[in-house]
């Protein structure tokens, strides 16, 4: 199994608080991604990065914001979290994009509640 | 915009079987289709890539299939064993930004 860990696995919180979730990988993947899923809607992509300090856009981007200082860490926080956020959250990893090296690896997941 | 399908939403086997999951994309500018295991309450588990430039993939008693010009792919699983009971998801990869678009999943029960 890829090496890819994801901090809290669960968490419960209340509408307004900030919340951050933690993607740890240990294969120096240069590519890392959030997606959510959510029961009707499967698997949709929030934010993703190509590199240290290097992050783009989703589909489901809004009241969302990641950031990667390390290779190894990918952050994503919700900066006022709502009921509409409640899901489980993945980060997965590739080593690479576009056509080569794209096969995506993913986290255990992280299940939150917005109360 | 690209979007994925899957049917059967559910499928019911016997043990032994032979089966075959289904999956369908609009666009067929892809780079490649990624399929997935599921189990209840986990994460997602890779099973076969098959790159926009390749046919079919094959790991074990798993063969994935890709035709681009029809806008399907399908898993075929061979001798159907309890333990391959979960939910199976296709993902197709288009754009250089590797965002995958995800099918609704297809559950699997394989009954011993």
């Known amino acids: 199994d890829a090496g890819i860990t994801q901090s809290p696995r669960h968490k419960v919180t209340e509408t307004g608080t900030p919340v951050t979730l933690r993607c740890h990988q240990t294969?120096?993947?240069?590519?890392m991604y959030w997606y959510r899923q959510d029961p009707g809607h499967g698997l949709r992509l929030i934010h993703y990065?190509?590199?240290?300090?290097?992050?783009d856009k989703g589909e489901v981007s809004d009241g969302y914001s990641v950031s990667r200082s390390k290779t190894e860490d990918f952050l994503l926080t919700l900066e006022s979290a709502t009921s509409s956020q409640t899901s489980v959250y993945f980060c997965?990893?590739?080593?690479?994009?576009?056509?080569?090296?794209?096969?995506?690896?993913f986290g255990p997941g992280t299940r939150l509640t917005v109360l | 915009k690209q979007e994925v399908t899957q049917i059967p939403a559910a499928l019911s086997v016997p043990e032994g079987e032979n089966l075959v999951l289904n999956c369908s994309f609009t666009?067929?500018?892809?780079?490649?289709l990624q399929w997935f295991r599921q189990d209840p309450g986990k994460g997602l588990t890779s099973l076969l890539l098959?790159?926009?430039?390749?046919r079919e993939q094959t790991s074990g008693r798993l063969n994935a299939s890709l035709d681009k010009s029809s806008g399907r792919s399908t898993l075929y699983i061979a001798a159907s064993q309890p333990g391959d009971s979960a939910t199976y998801l296709c993902?197709?990869?288009?754009?250089?930004?590797?965002?995958?678009?995800f099918g609704g999943g297809t559950r699997l029960m394989v009954k011993p």
């Open positions: 993902a197709a990869n288009n754009n250089a930004g590797n965002m995958l678009t």
């Open positions: 294969e120096n993947h240069r590519y």
């Open positions: 098959i790159q926009s430039s390749q």
């Open positions: 997965a990893i590739s080593e690479g994009g576009g056509r080569t090296h794209n096969e995506q690896f």
């Open positions: 666009d067929s500018a892809i780079y490649n």
């Open positions: 990065s190509y590199g240290v300090k290097d992050t």
